[in-house]
């Protein structure tokens, strides 16, 4: 009898985790005020920036992905090292595609 009781037991625990795995690992990290709290810039869909105060370049002037989850305004400029006046701004929490080289964080 014992063993069926546990059996149960394992059952119900085991049925409990895979109905909350999923919706834990959907849970995102490292997005503001969300997960640790890291404020970050995702660009293109795979590099994920978390020095915001420092310029990041492309390669090359190009057409960029900018997912901003941070809480600052994040500057997209022409030049490959930030200078000269922005050409867009990305919202805190916002998405967008824009022509640049070259990006940070506004102070």
């Known amino acids: 009898m014992k063993f069926g009781m546990l059996s149960v037991a394992g059952a119900l625990v085991v049925a409990a985790v895979s109905v909350a795995a999923p919706t834990v690992s959907a849970l995102p990290t490292g997005s503001a005020a969300a997960g640790d709290g890291r404020e970050v810039v995702i660009i293109d869909g795979t590099l994920e920036l978390s020095d915001l105060?420092?310029?990041?370049?492309?390669?090359?002037?190009?057409?960029?992905?900018?997912?901003?989850?941070?809480?600052r305004n994040f500057l997209v400029y022409a030049s490959n090292d930030c200078t000269g006046e922005p050409t867009a701004t990305v919202a805190p929490g916002g998405s967008e595609t824009h022509y640049g080289w070259s990006a940070v964080a506004a102070n």
């Open 53 to 71: 105060d420092s310029c990041w370049a492309s390669g090359f002037p190009r057409d960029i992905r900018f997912e901003n989850r941070s809480q």
